[in-house]
């Protein structure tokens, strides 16, 4: 089988919401022997892209395209513009969202994958789960969530979550 050398700009397993993080999947894990897996997130201005979360199997790297990108790490926030790389390693609590007024864009790096199937299951949802199925559903994959420091980012940035 041959593989395809280029991907386009609109290809790719697309899921967009005008309210909230839409992603594109560029690389799946599951074609790359677990690897690593490649998501495109896109973010409407004053979106939360996820709840505040550790993950224990992987490591997050984002790269930000267009826009600016806030990013909290514990306790500490941080602001990521285009260019810049973002390091989200395993067993640290953390979130991102867009920090600006205009769209941003921003490559996830997800080493080993499979947390992009995560993404997949929310992205498929109509409405947003209860509290507790996201926290079982997150659970499966190694996650844990904090709503409640969740919330308290919404609430001080003006988010849409």
């Excluded at 280029?6 to 839409?22: N, Q, T």
């Excluded at 999947?25 to 939360?48: T, Y």
């Excluded at 109509?126 to 919404?154: F, H, I, N, R």
Aim: aromatic fraction near 10%.
């Amino acid at each position: 089988m041959v593989e395809r050398r280029i991907l386009g700009p609109e290809e790719g397993e697309l899921y967009e919401d005008e309210r909230a993080c839409g992603d594109r999947f560029l690389i799946d894990s599951r074609d790359r022997g677990g690897r690593f897996a490649l998501v495109e997130h896109r973010l409407p201005p004053k979106v939360l892209a996820a709840p505040v979360h550790k993950h224990t199997r992987e490591d997050e790297f984002s790269f930000i395209l267009a826009g600016s990108v806030g990013a909290r790490f514990g306790a500490e926030e941080v602001v990521a513009r285009a260019g810049d790389l973002v390091f989200k390693p395993r067993d640290e609590w953390h979130t991102f969202w867009n920090a600006g007024d205009t769209p941003a864009r921003l490559l996830e790096i997800i080493s080993p994958g499979g947390l992009e199937e995560l993404f997949r299951w929310f992205d498929r949802l109509k409405d947003g789960p209860s509290p507790e199925v996201m926290e079982q559903k997150a659970g499966l994959y190694g996650c844990s969530v904090d709503l409640e420091a969740t919330m308290a980012l919404v609430a001080r940035h003006h988010l849409v979550f």
